[in-house]
Each structure stands twice: as C-alpha cells, then as structure tokens.
C-alpha cells in the first residue's frame, strides 16, 4: 500500500457570493412584504400582518439555507484532479481528473459582474460529471481555468 494522501487544501468561494445571494432574497422578501402591506391596507389588517409574519418567518429560513449552501462550496487542486465538493442536506463531492476536462467556461451576470465574482465551469466528456465553483473572485476564476486548461492539455497529451 503506498503513502496517503495528504488532506488538499480547500478554497472557499468568496463572501461576495453569500452577499449576492441575500440580496437576491432581500429583493423576493421586499416584493412580497409589498403585496402582504397592499393586503392589510385593502382587505384587513389581521391578514396584512399575518402576511408579513409569514414573509418575515420565511426570510430567516431563506437566510439561514443561504448561509449554509454558501459555507457548503469549496474545491481543492491536486496533482491529478480538481475535488468540488457541495450540498446542504445530501453533500456531493465531485472528482474531475484534468486529462478529463473538455473545456472550461468562466461566467458571470451583471450582478456578479458588478461584484467582482465568477462561476467556473468545467465540461467532461461525461454530461452528469459537469462541475461548477460559484462566486470566485474574478482574479482566482481566471487564473484556476488557465490552470485547468494548461493541466488538462499536458494530461490529455499523455493519454
């Protein structure tokens, strides 16, 4: 049996991502606290502040599964293949050897974009294998893709 495997060091996305998130939920709990506040005024009052209760009560569910999906994400490189692990309640963690990847996608949306953050994907031959690490900081999203390309190309050339 050979030596094992130290443990990889694991990277985090970045907090921006876990911003970006509460944003986008704190604009969905705004549009409905609106209508649940129109259903107080217009209806009855009761029911108005029922409604935000309930919005207010989800909001910190949300708010929590955010956090924890977000400390949930982390990848680790190592000499062979990239590790991207995730999951809240059924944990997953992907293996991808670098002679493997396809190609790799760096994306981000206007939101992202305006927060300095990347999603990298990485394509396999095999369609279930795609992986992604969500909110790198754009810096790390470009350099971890030229690095994956540069590995997969010398590993997929010893092939």
């Known amino acids: 049996m050979g030596e094992p495997r130290p443990e990889p060091e694991w990277r985090t996305p970045s907090p921006k991502l876990l911003r970006l998130r509460r944003l986008e939920a704190l604009g969905a709990a705004s549009a409905l606290v609106a209508g649940a506040v129109a259903l107080a005024v217009v209806v009855e009052l009761p029911a108005g502040l029922a409604a935000v209760a309930a919005v207010l009560v989800a909001g910190v569910g949300v708010e929590r599964f955010f956090h924890r999906r977000f400390h949930s994400w982390a990848y680790a490189e190592r000499a062979d293949d990239l590790l991207v692990r995730r999951g809240v309640m059924f944990s997953r963690l992907s293996v991808i050897p670098y002679g493997r990847m ?40 470009e350099r971890l893709r030229d690095r994956l390309a540069e590995l997969g190309e010398s590993q997929a050339a010893g092939l």
């Open 102 to 141: 396809q190609f790799i996608d760096v994306t981000a949306g206007p939101f992202e974009r305006s927060l300095g953050i990347a999603t990298v994907k990485m394509h396999t031959a095999a369609a279930a294998s795609d992986a992604r690490i969500p909110g790198l900081e754009r810096a790390e999203a």
